[in-house]
């Protein structure tokens, strides 16, 4: 193929289009978005929820949501800095902490509407595949669609632990088990005992007895925190079995106390007309005085 140049004339620019400000930020994959957010037509008004998984570097953010024409509406959420309240002060972006954070959303969502007593979902980790099915004579699962974002969707990414710990946690989310940790691509066979060691945080606790072992400035290094809380890798396992249980037990997000806070004034109060006209007559007084003591000292 020859050189093909590329003109950009006046006919271009008048037919140019900017795209969507989130596009442009590489923040929203409209394509995407479109296909999550847009319902049948003969279901009317009813909400398509989305379990929307978002990680940073230090924080996993899980949250319900349903779009309207004004912005996404946000129903529940639940952040994996708020484990600490359960009992985990390390690792708060791992895989097993964001199984965690959904199973905290889920628990929180279902005791919201009612439903947390209805659908339990799976108590007893074990990793393998669990679906939620509704209840007969009760009211249907609460059924949301994963949206993982930008993030590159392959398999042991941590934005299927959060939909793993929301299966668990008692929401219907449509799902397979080819992205969970323990599929092979090549024998097409699904090993749930793997999947239940990321759950529990094994593969961290047998890295750190690794590092022990081989390179002890290394574990000191890259495992300062769970060596400040006192966590050895015998203890993770526990850890995270007691943070699921305590999770189920109280999932409801506390409200911090309001601060009595008492407000500074950096300017003068407004006067009252009364106040403004007895000051004049402060210093009208005062000016006549002086006028006296003048007169008298000449």
Sequence with gaps: MGFVKVVKNK???KRYEVKFRRRREGKTDYYARKRLVVQDKNKYNTPKYRLIVRLSNRDICCQIAYAKIEGDHIVSAAYSHELTKYGINVGLTNYAAAYCTGLLLARRLL????????YEGQVEVTG??????STDG???????YLDAGLARTTTGNKVFGALKGAVDGGLA???????????DTESKEFNAEVHRK???????????SYLMEEDEDAYKKQFSRFIKNGITPDMVEEMYKKAH?????NPVHE???????????WNCSKLSLAQRKDRVAQKKASFLRAQEQEAGDG
């Design 111 to 118: 005791h919201k509407f009612g439903l947390d007593q209805v």
């Design 138 to 144: 009760k009211p249907g699962a609460f059924t949301c």
């Design 245 to 249: 249980a305590a999770i189920r037990a």
């Design 198 to 208: 990321h759950i529990m945080g094994m593969n961290v606790a047998d890295y750190m």
């Design 173 to 183: 989310i449509p799902h397979s088990l080819k992205r969970f940790p323990g599929y």
């Design 128 to 133: 393998d595949e669990f679906n939620v099915e």
């Design 255 to 265: 409200k911090k106390p309001q601060k009595d806070v008492k407000k500074k004034r």
């Design 11 to 13: 006919a271009y620019f």
